[in-house]
């Protein structure tokens, strides 16, 4: 796909453009969503709420948009229960560090609200958009996704994990079949991008991404309740829930509220998006990667160092423009750390060598520990979260 300006593209963009801008303005997405930015004080809101600190990933502006993140922390306050909600395209055997992003946060999440997780595997989506892969592929990735996901700790006894394929039906499809009835072609070409050459399956598709968001999509988790959903995403994903939200107000359903990432980027530069179909290998660190693995890719990453070391000591680095940097937005938690790496890098005291080799000891721990704890899943286990009854909820 060639790449496209997203700013100056006045409709809303759709998920696969979004992958390919040239640059990613995250301000002018926050307007053409119709999303709002996570100011402090809604941090502060969130701590009162749920007597837990703000993510680092919310305080560094990664997690930096939402929709009615302020209202569901009033139903919250209010002792509603909610819900949390999101979902993986399984395409490849292993997932990315970029994927840890929505997983790791939705673990979060699930802490710091005591809810119920549902983890939407859309098999079936990658199977209409792409080629090369067969349906029961498609289906077996889904499987070695969920224990990528399930490695990022979430409880057994309240997440539901589903294979779209093997699920829909039931009141799942009452509501996709609502949606379908009250969704024309017109608006889904409007917002995804599709025309009457895609396959059916794809231009269909948002309905049954969309309708997990809703409670009253669950009977055998939810029952008869109404519970509000939470849905943690990078923001290419956005869209889906616009969508949904005007869904909401047609059926007088309980209005999801939506909260957004930036996008991990991808090793060989900043405005590149981590994932897992590029064509350049050695811009995507998988979980499965070893140490060696790392160390090289990471070697080869983007850098805002300068060309000398003379110049460097003189200038400093473009932080801005560093991948390796940027990644320690993410990983570092330690803020005081941090802190004095941003000082040091760019005023030159540091190198981009330091930089780089701080980065491939924490992400070389991270992947470490994820394969230990993936290593424990096994049949039982992964049993368990694809278990619909969910007894013990
Ligand atoms: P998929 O499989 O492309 O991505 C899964 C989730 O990971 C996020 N993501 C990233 N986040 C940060 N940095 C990156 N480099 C990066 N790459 C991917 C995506 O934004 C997404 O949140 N159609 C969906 C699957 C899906 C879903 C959902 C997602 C089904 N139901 C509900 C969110 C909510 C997809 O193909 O995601």
Same mark, same amino acid.
């Given at each position: 796909m060639s790449q496209i300006d997203c700013d100056t593209k006045d409709e809303v963009i759709n998920p696969q453009e979004l992958t390919s801008c040239k640059v990613v303005d995250y301000m002018k997405l926050v307007d053409k969503f119709g999303c709002h930015i996570i100011d402090n004080t809604l941090l502060e809101k969130f701590e009162k709420v749920t007597g837990k600190k703000a993510h680092v990933w919310l305080k560094r502006n990664i997690y930096f948009s939402h929709q009615d993140l302020d209202t569901l922390?009033?139903?919250?306050?209010?002792?509603?229960?909610?819900?949390?909600?999101?979902?993986?395209?399984?395409?490849?055997?292993?997932?990315?560090?970029?994927?840890?992003?929505?997983?790791?946060?939705a673990k979060y999440l699930q802490d710091?609200?005591?809810?119920?997780?549902?983890?939407?595997?859309?098999?079936?989506?990658?199977?209409?958009?792409?080629?090369?892969?067969?349906?029961?592929?498609?289906?077996?990735?889904?499987?070695? %996704?969920? @224990?990528?996901?399930?490695?990022?700790?979430?409880?057994?006894?309240?997440? $539901?994990?589903?294979? =779209?394929?093997? /699920?829909?039906?039931?009141s799942l499809f009452r509501n996709i079949v609502h949606l379908m009835k009250t969704t024309t072609g017109n608006q889904i070409k409007g917002a995804y991008g599709l025309n009457l050459s895609n396959p059916i399956g794809q231009i269909t598709w948002p309905m049954f991404q969309i309708a997990p968001a809703f409670s009253s999509s669950f009977e055998n988790i939810f029952h008869k309740k109404n519970v509000t959903a939470l849905i943690p995403m990078g923001i290419d994903q956005a869209v889906y829930f616009r969508t949904a939200r005007d869904f909401a107000d047609k059926m007088k359903y309980p209005k999801p509220a939506t909260i957004h990432s930036k996008f991990l980027p991808g090793l060989e530069?900043? %405005?590149? @998006?981590?994932?897992?179909?590029?064509?350049?290998?050695?811009?995507?660190? $998988?979980?499965?990667? =070893?140490?060696? /693995?790392?160390?090289?890719?990471?070697?080869?990453?983007?850098?805002?160092?300068?060309?000398?070391?003379?110049?460097?000591?003189?200038?400093?680095?473009?932080?801005?423009?560093?991948?390796?940097?940027?990644?320690?937005?993410?990983?570092?938690?330690?803020?005081?750390?941090?802190?004095?790496?941003?000082?040091?890098?760019s005023s030159g005291i540091m190198t981009s060598g330091q930089i780089k080799q701080i980065l491939v000891d924490?992400?070389?721990?991270?992947?470490?520990?994820h394969k230990k704890n993936r290593d424990l899943i096994d049949a039982i286990v992964l049993r368990q979260f694809f278990d619909m009854t969910k007894n013990d909820l």
């Open positions: 922390l009033d139903l919250v306050a209010d002792g509603k229960e909610i819900f949390i909600y999101t979902g993986r395209g399984p395409s490849s055997n292993s997932m990315h560090i970029g994927h840890l992003v929505p997983f790791m946060f710091a609200f005591n809810a119920i997780v549902i983890i939407q595997m859309s098999d079936d989506e990658k199977y209409y958009a792409r080629d090369s892969v067969s349906l029961d592929e498609c289906n077996k990735l889904a499987y070695e %996704n969920a @224990k990528d996901i399930i490695a990022c700790g979430f409880n057994p006894l309240k997440t $539901f994990i589903f294979s =779209n394929l093997e /699920t829909v039906g039931g530069g900043i %405005n590149t @998006k981590m994932s897992s179909t590029s064509t350049n290998a050695n811009s995507v660190i $998988f979980l499965s990667d =070893n140490a060696v /693995t790392i160390k090289k890719k990471i070697g080869l990453s983007f850098s805002g160092g300068k060309n000398t070391l003379i110049e460097h000591r003189l200038l400093g680095a473009d932080l801005s423009v560093d991948v390796a940097y940027q990644y320690l937005t993410y990983f570092l938690e330690d803020d005081d750390k941090f802190q004095q790496i941003t000082t040091d890098y924490l992400l070389v721990e991270l992947v470490n520990t």
